[in-house]
């Protein structure tokens, strides 16, 4: 979170009640780039998606603490895992979203169930994590 926002919100919490309104609420999961990987296009799984359940409402979805390689702590030549893939939904109204930037995304439905993932050629030799994190807007 933002110094100032941290700070504004520390100021509204001094000043009155309105704390939980006025702040954003943000809730990260992690993401391990080996354990939560999938290969892509021929290549097998290495490990299963981050399950997460999410309430309803409107969020900005985006990475932080970004660190995952997909070679041996490698971040350069194209090596930085830069993407993560969220799908959410239940039954026929499955979808999903590759999220790099912020992303807006709004859950509308009581499931609120999210898997996420990376998908590599080759999994076993990936490093690293990220946050996933999910900051409420509404």
């Not at 359940?53 to 603490?65: C, E, H, I, K, Q």
């Not at 912020?102 to 990936?126: E, H, K, L, M, R």
Request: glycine residues 10%; proline residues 3%.
């Amino acid at each position: 979170m933002d110094v100032k926002v941290l700070l504004g919100c520390f100021s509204l919490f001094v000043a009155s009640a309105v704390y939980a309104d006025s702040c954003p609420q943000e809730t990260s999961y992690t993401i391990d780039a080996r354990q939560n990987c999938f290969g892509a296009p021929f290549g097998g799984s290495n490990g299963t998606a981050a399950k997460f359940f999410v309430s309803p409402g409107r969020y900005l979805v985006y990475l932080g603490a970004n660190n995952m390689s997909c070679m041996n702590n490698d971040l350069s030549n194209g090596c930085n895992i830069d993407t993560v893939l969220v799908h959410g939904g239940m039954m026929t109204a499955r979808w999903g979203r590759s999220i790099s930037g912020p992303t807006q995304i709004d859950v509308s439905d009581s499931s609120g169930s999210f898997w996420a993932y990376v998908a590599d050629d080759n999994c076993g030799d990936n490093t690293g994590s990220a946050k996933l994190i999910f900051r409420k807007l509404n």
